[in-house]
């Protein structure tokens, strides 16, 4: 009649040993896949105090370097910085009226007589009313289904005032330059990115580690269980 109540005790007791001898496994892998866990943006603004920094405004005429050992990009950035900003603007937007703006007040108007106009007599070449932007959401290069195909494109016809004056370095370079500034999801499929690298949202990060630690858990419950009662 005793026998029973002795084997619930010695249930309950391994069932609290297995609590115990659980527990700090659970701290620990829980507290490593925090470590490696990307902080939310709640994280970012509750880690430190508030403060109202202004944020300079870059000078968009400002001329750019090339590092000691420059990528494609930072040629591509120099590259289109001599050759392209003038008319597509320091952030590919095009040549809008707020672009041309930046310019000296003599050369904002561009089709004045004796400037960019088409006109006889005119001292440079001519240029559109309308140039579309080139980098951004509204990048008129998204038709191109690769890197080496918008490389052929400036080879042949950029600058438009002196088509071929690019090499073929500097056309790679500011075709890899481009792509880079076109959002990933307006590039025409077959485009891979300078470096690219999608990430999980942190939200499926923590889910996938949530799993993974539940696993760890229900697996070192089951080997516990193994041992208290092994196979006859």
């Known amino acids: 009649m005793s026998a029973a109540p002795r084997l619930g005790a010695t249930g309950l007791r391994t069932g609290a040993l297995r609590l115990v001898m659980l527990l700090p496994i659970t701290l620990a892998a829980g507290f490593s896949f925090r470590l490696d866990a990307p902080a939310s943006s709640s994280d970012a603004r509750s880690s430190g105090p508030q403060t109202a920094t202004p944020t300079p405004e870059p000078d968009p005429l400002a001329i750019p370097t090339l590092p000691e050992n420059p990528g494609p990009l930072d040629v591509g950035r120099v590259t289109y910085y001599y050759n392209c900003m003038p008319c597509h603007g320091d952030k590919g937007q095009g040549l809008t009226d707020e672009w041309r703006l930046v310019w000296e007040e003599d050369h904002q ?3 004045s007589r004796g ?4 006109k006889a007599g005119d001292q440079a070449f001519p240029i559109p009313r ?3 932007p080139v980098m951004g959401p509204s990048s008129s290069l998204t038709r191109f289904t690769s890197e080496e195909a918008l490389s052929d494109f400036l080879w042949t016809s950029h600058p438009p005032q002196r088509p071929g004056a690019l090499d073929e370095t500097e056309c790679d370079a500011l075709a890899a330059f481009l ?3 076109i959002p990933p999801s307006t590039i025409s499929p077959g485009i891979p990115q300078v470096g690219e ?3 999980k949202q942190p939200s499926q990060v923590l889910t996938l580690r949530a799993a993974a630690l539940l696993a760890l858990t229900l697996g070192a419950a089951w080997l516990i269980g193994r041992q208290d009662h092994p196979q006859s």
């Open 109 to 111: 108007d561009c089709w």
């Open 115 to 118: 400037c960019h106009g088409g």
């Open 130 to 132: 309308y140039i579309p």
């Open 179 to 181: 792509i880079q500034n």
């Open 197 to 199: 690298a999608k990430l």
